[in-house]
C-alpha cells in the first residue's frame, strides 16, 4: 500500500470514527447543530429576498428606461410629495432646454370611486393626452384591453388598474368596457384596462384626462411631477443639471435652496441600492450573532467530547497517532456539526423565503418580494458553515493532541 492510499485510508477512519461520536452524542449534537441552522437560515432567508427585491427594483427600472427624467415638487418622492408646486409654466422651461425630448405634467388625486353599491379609494392620475406617451411608454403601462390613448376630444372616460377589474377587483363584481364608474362624484365610462403591474398601489390607480382632473377637483396646473424624457445621444445627467439650472434662475433662487428636486432613475436605483445593502448589511449583523452562539456551542461539544474520549485518544497515542491525526480527528468532527447545520439552515432559510414570497403574491399582491437563491449564496453559506464549525472545533482539537498518553490511559 502506498502512503498515499495509506493516508485516504486513515482519514475514511477518521471520517467514520468522527460520524460515530456525533451519533452517540444523540440529542446533544441535535441541540449543537441548532445554532448553526438560526443563523445560515436568517442569512440565506434575508440574503434572498433582499437580492430578490433588488432585482425586481432593477426589472421595474429597466423598463422605465435610462432616458427618464423626474421633476419633484419640494424634496420628496410620490405624487405631492413637497410643499411647493409645479405648473405649466415649469413645463415650458423645462421644454426649452437644450437635449430634453418631450416634458409632460399629470396631477395625482385620491378620491372616493363607486361601482354600483361598494365604494373603494384611489389615485387619479390626470394625463394630458399631447404628451401621455411619456407616462405611458416610459413606465412600461400596457394596456390590456379597450382603447389604447386618450383623444385630445375625450372627456368623461377612463382606464382603470389592474385591481379594479381583474381576477379578485377590490369591487368584488366584474367590470366591463362600457360600464359606468363614479370617481368624486361625478360618472366616468371605462374606456381601458390596464394590465397588471404586480404592485397593488399602482394596479388600483385610475387614468383621465388633465381636463377632467382640473374640473373634477377643482385645480389648475398644480402638478405631482413632471416628466421628461431626453433625446437619443443626450447625456441624461447633463440635460437633469441644465434643466436644475435653468428652473432655479426662472425661479429667482439660490443653489441648493431649491424647492423642487431634479432626478435621474439612475440616480433612485443608485439609491435604492444603497439603502438595501444598508439595511441588508445590519440585519445580516444580527443573524451573525447565532452563528457566534452555534459556534461556542459547538466548542463546548467538542471540549466535552475530548474529555468523554479521554482514554480513547490514550490508546491511539499509545499505538502510533501523532497529535496532527488527533487534530485532524476532532477538527472533522466539529466541521461535520457545521456543514450538517449549513444544510439544514439552507433549507430552513429558502422555505422561509418562498414563504414570504408566497404570501406577498397571494396577500399582498406584490410581485416585488421575492425570494433569489443563486448557487454562490448556497455555495457561499456551506463554506461559512464548515469554516465556523473547524474554527470552532480547533482548540478543543489541539487540547486534545497535548493529552499525555499515560495520563490520558489513567483518566478515569
Not at 421644454?95 to 416634458?103: H, I, N, S
Not at 372616493?112 to 394630458?128: A, C, E, H, Q
Not at 404570501?359 to 416585488?368: G, K, Y
Amino acid at each position: 500500500m502506498t502512503i498515499k492510499d495509506t493516508k485516504k485510508k486513515m482519514y475514511e477512519d477518521f471520517l467514520k470514527i468522527s460520524l460515530k461520536s456525533i451519533q452517540n452524542k444523540g440529542i446533544r449534537s441535535w441541540l449543537t447543530v441548532i445554532g448553526i441552522v438560526i443563523g445560515i437560515s436568517a442569512i440565506v432567508s434575508l440574503i434572498s429576498l433582499g437580492q430578490g427585491l433588488q432585482n425586481a427594483i432593477n426589472q421595474e427600472f429597466s423598463i422605465l428606461g435610462p432616458n427618464l427624467i423626474i421633476i419633484m415638487p419640494g424634496g420628496g418622492f410620490g405624487p405631492g410629495g413637497g410643499a411647493t408646486t409645479l405648473s405649466d409654466h415649469d413645463v415650458q422651461v423645462v421644454k426649452g432646454v437644450l437635449g430634453v425630448d418631450m416634458a409632460g405634467g399629470f396631477i395625482a388625486k385620491v378620491a372616493p370611486t363607486k361601482f354600483r353599491d361598494k365604494s373603494v379609494y384611489s389615485t387619479v392620475i390626470g394625463l394630458d393626452p399631447a404628451t401621455q406617451d411619456i407616462l405611458l411608454q416610459g413606465t412600461g403601462i400596457k394596456i390590456e384591453k379597450g382603447q389604447q390613448k386618450f383623444k385630445s376630444s375625450d372627456t368623461g372616460v377612463v382606464a382603470i388598474g389592474y385591481q379594479l377589474w381583474g381576477t379578485d377587483n377590490v369591487f368584488s363584481q366584474p367590470l366591463r368596457i362600457g360600464d359606468k364608474l363614479t370617481i368624486n362624484g361625478k360618472k366616468f365610462t371605462v374606456i381601458s384596462f390596464i394590465s397588471k403591474i404586480g404592485n397593488k398601489q399602482q394596479d388600483t390607480r385610475m387614468y383621465i384626462t388633465q381636463k377632467d382632473e382640473k374640473d373634477l377637483f377643482n385645480v389648475k396646473d398644480d402638478y405631482a411631477e413632471i416628466m421628461v424624457r431626453v433625446k437619443d445621444g443626450y447625456d441624461v445627467k447633463k440635460v437633469a443639471d441644465k434643466i436644475q439650472e435653468k428652473m432655479r434662475l426662472d425661479r429667482n433662487e439660490k443653489k441648493g435652496a431649491e424647492d423642487y428636486t431634479v432626478i435621474t432613475l439612475n440616480q433612485v436605483m443608485t439609491a435604492v441600492s444603497t439603502i438595501l445593502t444598508a439595511v441588508q448589511a445590519i440585519v445580516i449583523g444580527i443573524a451573525l450573532i447565532s452563528l457566534v452562539v452555534g459556534g461556542v456551542n459547538i466548542m463546548n461539544n467538542m471540549y466535552t467530547s475530548v474529555l468523554e474520549r479521554t482514554r480513547e485518544i490514550g490508546v491511539m497515542k499509545a499505538i502510533g497517532a501523532r497529535n496532527e491525526n488527533i487534530t485532524t480527528m476532532f477538527v472533522i468532527e466539529s466541521g461535520i456539526i457545521g456543514l450538517v447545520g449549513g444544510v439544514l439552515g439552507i433549507i430552513v432559510g429558502a422555505a422561509l423565503s418562498k414563504i414570504v414570497e408566497y404570501i406577498a403574491v397571494t396577500q399582498l399582491d406584490s410581485t416585488l418580494i421575492q425570494a433569489s437563491l443563486t448557487p454562490s449564496l448556497i455555495i457561499g453559506s456551506l463554506l461559512f458553515s464548515l469554516i465556523v464549525g473547524v474554527v470552532s472545533g480547533f482548540l478543543p482539537a489541539r487540547q486534545a493532541a497535548r493529552l499525555n498518553p499515560v495520563e490520558a490511559l489513567r483518566y478515569e
